[in-house]
C-alpha cells in the first residue's frame, strides 16, 4: 500500500500526467487499489480547487481510498519527529512532517516528488516509493 503525497497528486492532475513518471506510477496504484490517503492530503488539494463542485467531486474520488487516519498516536509521534529533524537541523514543513509520520505508523510506502521527503527519510524509518 501506498501513501500518496500531495506532490505526487499534483502531477498526476497535470494534463501531461501521461508524461509524468510520477503520474503514470500513480495510474497504475489506483488501478491496482493500492492508494492510500490521509486528511492532510485532502487538506493541501483542497486550497487548489476552484469551485465547490471541484471540491464535491475530490472529496468523492478520494472517499474511494484507503485512509491513514491522523490519530491522537501519530500527532504525538509527528510532534517528536519534528523534534528530531530541528535537531539535526532539518527544517521541514509541519504539514509533510505529519504525513510522513502517518506513512511511517501504518508501515506506507510515500510516493511524492518532494524534496522534504528525502531528507525526512535520511533521519527517520520514512519508506519513499
Not at 497535470?14 to 503520474?23: E, P, Q
Not at 492532510?40 to 487548489?48: D, K, M, R, T
Amino acid at each position: 500500500m501506498v501513501l500518496v503525497d500531495t506532490s505526487a497528486w499534483i502531477e498526476f492532475y497535470k494534463k501531461d500526467s501521461a508524461d509524468s513518471d510520477i503520474g503514470e506510477q500513480v495510474q497504475h496504484l489506483i488501478r491496482e487499489d493500492r492508494i492510500v490517503t490521509t486528511e492532510p492530503v485532502l487538506l493541501e488539494l483542497a486550497a487548489g480547487v476552484r469551485s465547490l463542485k471541484k471540491l464535491k467531486e475530490l472529496r468523492d474520488t478520494f472517499s474511494l481510498f484507503h485512509l491513514a487516519q491522523i490519530g491522537d498516536d501519530i500527532w504525538h509521534d509527528a510532534t517528536d519527529n519534528m523534534f528530531t529533524l530541528r535537531r539535526k537541523g532539518i527544517t521541514i514543513p509541519a504539514i509533510d512532517v505529519l504525513i510522513g509520520t502517518a506513512a511511517i505508523t501504518y508501515d506506507l510506502y510515500l510516493i511524492h516528488s518532494d524534496k522534504h521527503y528525502q531528507s525526512m527519510a535520511e533521519i527517520l524509518p520514512l519508506k519513499e516509493w
